[in-house]
């Protein structure tokens, strides 16, 4: 079965960068993507990654995944305090047409001014 | 961009009562929607998969006729929580996605506390 683990806190300082890690188990993966919930609000779509691609960069966020070991990680440079919440880590796969996603627990990002 | 809206954003009814929750897809049509279920500090779980014009498909134990759902056009989606019970307060967030191999975007949640 699908299953997605991530950290479930990191706390970074202010103008630092933020790595959040995600492994997955499911090699069949399409595509995989991370989400930002702000508390009492839905997610924001961040970035995704279709899965035969390396690295992916959108301004200050950077996607990296190692199909190999079945690793993500999310990058954010010059981490702001706007940028505390929850970031989750999902993955889709294409089984029944329906691209499902499956999702991790998700990491709480806390950001130290 | 891709914008989803979720009505209401916050319901506080009596137990018995059944809540409609809407999710619109504003600006694109989208042929399949997901209504997710979060607990408290909990990741969200996927109670059904809507496709416009057909009967929405269930995951494992959530009872389809305690939630009612309606995909009637391309733009929007009904969740009815019939004959709410406390144990049914929750917070339920909807996503929409233009096709089935595409991101799906989140609305904004519907807390939903039964007292």
């Known amino acids: 079965g699908e299953d997605v683990e991530q950290s479930l806190f990191l706390s970074v300082r202010e103008g630092d960068s933020s790595v959040i890690n995600c492994t997955y188990t499911?090699?069949?993966?399409?595509?995989l993507y991370w989400y930002k919930q702000e508390p009492g609000a839905g997610l924001q779509l961040l970035t995704y990654?279709?899965?035969?691609?390396d690295m992916k960069q959108d301004q200050r966020l950077t996607v990296l995944l190692n199909k190999k070991d079945k690793h993500l990680s999310l990058r954010i440079a010059d981490t702001q305090t706007g940028d505390s919440a929850i970031y989750f880590c999902?993955?889709?796969?294409?089984?029944?047409?329906?691209?499902?996603?499956?999702f991790g627990k998700g990491t709480k990002l806390s950001v130290i001014p | 961009g891709a914008v989803v809206s979720q009505h209401p954003s916050r319901v506080i009814c009596k137990s018995g009562t059944s809540v409609k929750i809407e999710c619109r897809s504003l600006?694109?049509?989208?042929?399949?929607m997901f209504w997710y279920r979060q607990f408290p500090k909990q990741s969200l779980m996927l109670m059904a998969t809507?496709?416009?014009?057909?009967?929405?498909?269930?995951e494992q134990g959530v009872e389809k006729d305690k939630f009612l759902i309606n995909h009637a056009s391309l733009t929007l989606s009904t969740l009815t929580v019939t004959s709410a019970h406390p144990e049914d307060s929750s917070f339920y967030i909807c996503?929409?996605?233009?096709?089935?191999?595409?991101?799906?975007?989140f609305g904004d949640g519907t807390r939903l506390s039964i007292l």
């Open positions: 996503s929409a996605s233009r096709q089935p191999n595409q991101p799906q975007h």
């Open positions: 499911d090699s069949s993966s399409t595509y």
């Open positions: 990654i279709f899965s035969n691609m």
């Open positions: 999902a993955e889709s796969q294409s089984g029944a047409g329906s691209y499902q996603l499956t």
């Open positions: 600006d694109f049509q989208a042929t399949t």
């Open positions: 809507s496709n416009e014009g057909s009967k929405a498909t269930y």
